[in-house]
């Protein structure tokens, strides 16, 4: 098949291999985010799984298998960290914005289709409507396209294109035909150039988890000196380093040294941190929302500031008829069949589809001649029978064309099309004539007479208005970030319900920092906003202390959804921007966001609690290490009893607790508040520990084995305590937990098979009422720091819904 358009032979095969030789092709050659082996690196060349890794193989080496179970718990946090981070990058690495498979081209002098990536520079594209373009071209010869590039400007109108007009890459051909010549290839189009920094990899802002690295970045400073002072002190109390060696000693010092050390690192508090993402991630999931990254599943209970595009989010992108305006006051018979006509037989683009869903097809009329729409005209025609035995013309089509005669009606008709468009609606017009019109390149009848105005909206989705209160009520500012017209924008506004309808063109944004800061925080609406543009203004918002969501669907969405904490995409959106998002609404339903604002608010409030019960353990574990490495006194656990302790009054109840129901709305301070109870709490029960060891070893009665069973009980009562003041309120299934823990206590204690594994047996009579009495004063102790935690006031400028 020969090309119609343009010049007819296209590149020859020799040209194209020479292209291809000197690397013009359509492919982008551009890394997205780390190799799995270094992924994997990343998560298990850690200090923490250094010295766990350590202790894990020096107590198999020294023969104590029953003492090395927390090596369990270190493998489970690199899998799932690996996992996590692997399917991060596959999602990344599968970025990009063309949706075509295909091109179709012209190569010596035939028209083939190639794959997208087998374009070359200088390839002359074929294109028809429903094409997308795969690279940056030019349009050539003297075919006239109409195109949609809302995806990388968000401006929802399209754009007429005619010879020497660029076309951009991942703009969609709305109507018309024609050739055009590729200019830009690979990663030098305008859309990858948008989207280069969209791929580069980086892990969602997580309060959670940013708390947590605090914690462990705290404790790499302090285990390792705490370590070697515990270490020295077991040795110092068997007579020294070379007695002890000499003796064998050196093998229990060895075990209690590394019980001290695992001890301080809350292993299980990661893991458990991901599970609760998990689940939240899987439970969104059945409601046709897909986390892309499990630590999103936090944010949105965070977010004080929703950024929402316009076009394709807000908006389902279908145009909607508002009103016809009649310019005259007596009203001509016949309008309505024409735009029966006009609906039912025009092309099938947004505005002909909302006229034929406004005005149905009762009968198919008469029409003696017609004139298709095209972009370049701007206007199409109908002569149709009339009553009286003639016939009209009817003249649908841009009130700047079609009203472009100097009558007086002409003139007030244009105004009032002026003022309707200043209004932020899509208007047409509709004109009479006396005069038929045919074929493709007559000209507008000179008599033509303003008969109305069409006016039209962009569809509202249903379910936006509601979600936008809900969100409104709970604290959360809306800001629309729009590449349309701000007149568009600023009546859309009005019709979400904001207050404020000012739409700030971005033409006349500041450039000054503080300026931008101060008018993003005070306005709400802004318009003809550039990709780059959304993401300032988005940084903006985010210097000025506030955590930013930010949802859309087309490329020019990208940057901006890529800096906010929480990127949002609907089910409409671009590969590019689905990519880049955390969240992505599957069936674009703005309904499903307060869900996931529920589960994001359960997920954080538990694992609040949940950080309580492990931190509380790593404040304790490091001053009873410092205690016994200055007092000289022996460390009172086994690594087999603590793993005991720690199940018993630390992992089962927290996975319970951070898979229970919590709406309970969020304030910042996540770390803080923790902290503020957990190191209290820690102190109060090494308080305990460390003078019942004391009295142990002052009296100088009771074996090793006692006086570790002694310390273990003692333990396990006051961190079941921990977990009661933790868990309220209490209802049913806390207290439920709690009393499962009292009763696997008293098991662990009792039941010979478990007791003769971890090394337990209950107290002897004179030192379980000492052992009682420890754990009474340090839960009263507990308890204080409980009600002084719940009086801590939220961090400034936090209110979250």
Request: charged share 20%; hydrophobic share 45%.
């Amino acid at each position: 098949m020969t090309n119609p358009y343009g010049p007819p032979a296209g590149l020859s095969a020799q040209e194209v291999s020479q292209r291809v030789r000197d690397g013009m092709v359509n492919v982008t050659p551009i890394p997205t985010s780390r190799s799995l082996p270094a992924i994997i690196r990343a998560n298990v060349v850690t200090l923490f799984n250094g010295i766990v890794l350590s202790g894990f193989s020096l107590l198999l080496f020294l023969g104590q298998w029953q003492d090395a179970l927390f090596g369990l718990a270190a493998i489970g946090n690199a899998l799932i960290g690996v996992i996590q981070e692997y399917r991060a990058k596959r999602s990344l690495d599968r970025l990009t914005i063309i949706h075509a498979a295909a091109a179709r081209v012209v190569r010596d002098g035939h028209d083939h289709e190639i794959p997208a990536t087998g374009l070359v520079m200088d390839d002359l594209l074929l294109l028809g409507a429903g094409d997308q373009l795969p690279a940056d071209a030019v349009v050539t010869g003297e075919g006239s396209l109409d195109v949609d590039e809302s995806l990388l400007t968000g401006e929802s109108a399209p754009v007429p294109k005619h010879s020497g007009d660029v076309l951009l890459a991942g703009s969609l051909v709305f109507a018309g035909a024609g050739s055009a010549q590729v200019i830009r290839v690979g990663q030098e189009t305008f859309a990858n150039r948008l989207t280069a920094d969209a791929k580069r990899f980086s892990l969602v802002t997580s309060e959670i988890r940013g708390g947590i690295d605090k914690v462990l970045g705290v404790l790499a400073w302090i285990v390792l000196p705490v370590t070697l002072l515990v270490l020295n002190s077991q040795f110092v109390r068997q007579d020294g380093w070379a007695a002890a060696l000499a003796s064998g000693a050196w093998k229990q010092n060895a075990v209690s040294t590394v019980a001290s050390t695992i001890a301080m690192i809350p292993l299980g508090l990661v893991l458990l941190t991901s599970v609760a993402f998990a689940v939240g991630a899987v439970r969104l999931a059945r409601q046709k929302v897909l986390v892309q990254e499990l630590a999103a599943v936090e944010v949105l209970a965070r977010v004080d500031v929703l950024c929402l595009d316009k076009t394709g989010t807000l908006t389902d992108g279908q145009m909607a008829f508002d009103a016809v305006h009649h310019l005259r006051d007596d009203v001509q018979d016949g309008w309505s069949e024409a735009l029966e006509w006009f609906g039912a037989n025009q092309p099938a683009n947004a505005t002909s589809r909302s006229v034929g869903d406004a005005f149905p097809l009762k009968r198919e009329p008469h029409a003696l001649a017609s004139v298709p729409f095209d972009s370049a005209r701007k206007w199409s025609s109908v002569t149709l029978d009339n009553l009286q035995g003639g016939s009209c013309t009817w003249i649908l089509g841009a009130p700047e064309v079609v009203l472009a005669g100097g009558s007086s009606g002409c003139r007030s008709a244009r105004e009032r099309a002026e003022r309707l468009i200043a209004s932020g609606f899509r208007t047409m017009a509709l004109s009479r004539s006396s005069l038929a019109t045919d074929g493709s390149e007559v000209p507008l009848p000179p008599d033509c007479e303003p008969v109305l105005l069409l006016t039209f909206r962009e569809s509202i989705r249903r379910d936006a208005p509601r979600t936008l209160a809900y969100f409104r009520e709970e604290g959360v500012a809306i800001k629309i970030l729009s590449g349309d017209d701000p007149r568009t924008v600023g009546l859309l506004a009005g019709k979400l319900g904001l207050e404020d309808t000012n739409a700030i063109d971005a033409g006349t944004l500041p450039e000054d920092p503080a300026m931008l800061e101060r008018l993003v925080e005070e306005h709400s609406v802004f318009g003809r906003v550039s990709p780059k543009q959304k993401k300032e203004l988005v940084l903006a918002l985010q210097r000025r202390g506030h955590t930013i969501a930010m949802t859309g669907d087309g490329v020019n969405d990208t940057l901006a959804l890529k800096v906010a904490d929480l990127g949002i995409a609907m089910d409409s959106a671009a590969p590019a921007t689905k990519a880049v998002a955390r969240i992505v609404l599957l069936d674009g339903q703005f309904s499903r966001l307060p869900a996931v604002v529920a589960e994001g608010r359960r997920v954080i409030n538990n694992m609040e609690r949940v950080s309580m019960l492990f931190l509380s353990k790593t404040a304790y574990a490091v001053v009873i290490s410092l205690f016994c490495g200055t007092l000289l006194l022996p460390f009172p656990f086994l690594p087999r009893q603590l793993s005991a302790v720690d199940g018993l009054t630390i992992g089962l109840p927290a996975f319970f607790l951070a898979l229970l129901p919590n709406s309970q709305g969020y304030a910042r301070g996540f770390l803080r508040r923790s902290l503020s109870f957990a190191i209290p709490a820690g102190l109060a029960t090494a308080v305990g520990i460390t003078v019942l060891n004391y009295y142990i070893e002052a009296t100088g009665s009771f074996s090793v084995d006692q006086a570790r069973s002694a310390s273990t009980l003692a333990l396990a009562l006051i961190g079941s305590w921990i977990l009661a003041v933790i868990a309220r309120p209490l209802d049913a299934r806390k207290t439920a937990v709690i009393a499962a823990m009292y009763i696997g206590t008293v098991t662990v204690f009792t039941f010979p098979l478990l007791s003769d594994f971890f090394r337990l047996d209950w107290p002897p009579g004179d030192l379980l009422p000492v052992t009682i009495g420890v754990a009474v004063a340090s839960s009263a102790a507990v308890e204080i720091a409980g009600r002084l935690r719940r009086k801590v006031p939220p961090s400034p400028n936090n209110r979250i819904p």
